[in-house]
């Protein structure tokens, strides 16, 4: 009776240690599993100034929540200027461009070997902004932002004689922003803007300038707009059928505001891609949680069948 019982102990031991042993083992697989996903390294990206609030945004996202070990460094030097550091030996990961790249550009990468994918993150609105005690020039029509751009008209009161006899003074971004290049050859079709023109690298100062001249006008992407009503309003755009106010919900390549709306990009080095886990990862994660950051950092998300279509593509390149 007391080998029985004994015996009985032991084969209960032995079962508490084979399900001990293999609870551990378990749990070792799956620390494994999750040290196997743990990256490191850096992903450097510069260009648009106008994608940089949501590229910088996702950056941020990613390094607090998904790679922690994993720096993200994000400029903003403009479109062209960022193009210019994507291509080269050794440049960056990622350019964000506020316009699609150009021949040369693409001769360029292919001449460097470099294979470049085209990435189609969010959609901008571009605003036509006016300072905030302007209470006249709320809205104008399409050819009277060209008028007004190309020097055709100087002074308020030759577009309405209602309106002050006053200097129109215009601003804008210069030339090595991709919003530049879409203002110039979309919305004026590759005439001229007029000479007076006070051109800034930096939004923010394009922001403040605005804000100190009662007879300002200039032009950038809605997202700055947005973050700063305080300081500048937008000016409503009749395309012909009334004025339309550029928001998340007219912004669209199809809905009302469709003239003056662009997709904006980031394009990625997929040979770096291939040779460096953390910026096939990075892509990876701007392409799943883009549309989620788009509205906050003042753009329209992109249809989610297009999203997709890309993630696909990327998949395809790993």
């Known amino acids: 009776m007391k080998f029985k019982k004994y015996l009985m102990l032991v084969v209960v031991g032995l079962v508490l240690f084979l399900v001990a042993c293999g609870g551990a083992a378990e749990k070792s697989n799956t620390s494994g599993d999750e040290a196997s996903n743990e990256l490191e390294g850096n ?85 036509i902004v006016v300072n905030p005690e302007n209470d006249f020039a709320t809205e104008l029509t399409e050819d009277q932002v060209k008028d007004i751009f190309l020097g055709n008209v100087t002074k308020w009161s030759e577009i309405n004689p209602d309106w002050p006899e006053e200097e129109i003074q215009t601003y804008g971004p210069n030339e090595n922003h991709g919003t530049y290049e879409f203002f110039y050859e979309t919305i004026l079709e590759e005439q001229d803007l007029v000479k007076t023109i006070n051109l800034q690298q930096d939004y923010s100062t394009l922001v403040t300038l605005v804000a100190e001249d009662v007879n300002a006008i200039g032009f950038f992407g809605f997202g700055y707009y947005d973050s700063n009503k305080d300081k500048v309003q937008a000016v409503g755009i009749d395309f012909g059928e009334g004025a339309v106010v550029p928001s998340l919900d007219t912004i669209g390549e199809e809905g009302p505001y469709a003239n003056y709306t662009r997709p904006v ?44 279509a890309q993630l696909e593509e990327l998949e395809a390149n790993k």
């Open 43 to 127: 992903v450097s990206i510069d260009g648009s100034g106008t994608v940089y609030p949501l590229m910088s945004r996702l950056a941020e996202e990613y390094m607090v929540n998904e790679q922690p070990n994993v720096s993200v460094e994000v400029s903003r030097a403009g479109t062209s200027a960022g193009f210019k550091k994507f291509l080269a030996e050794d440049g960056t990961d990622f350019n964000d461009a506020s316009r699609e790249i150009k021949e040369e550009e693409q001769a360029k990468a292919d001449e460097l070997g470099i294979e470049v994918m085209e990435l189609k993150v969010a959609l901008d609105g571009l605003t």
């Open 265 to 308: 990009f980031t394009y990625l080095n997929v040979n770096h891609a291939k040779e460096k886990a953390q910026v096939f990862d990075y892509a990876t994660y701007v392409l799943e949680t883009m549309n989620d950051f788009a509205g906050e950092t003042g753009f329209a998300p992109i249809p989610e069948e297009e999203a997709q």
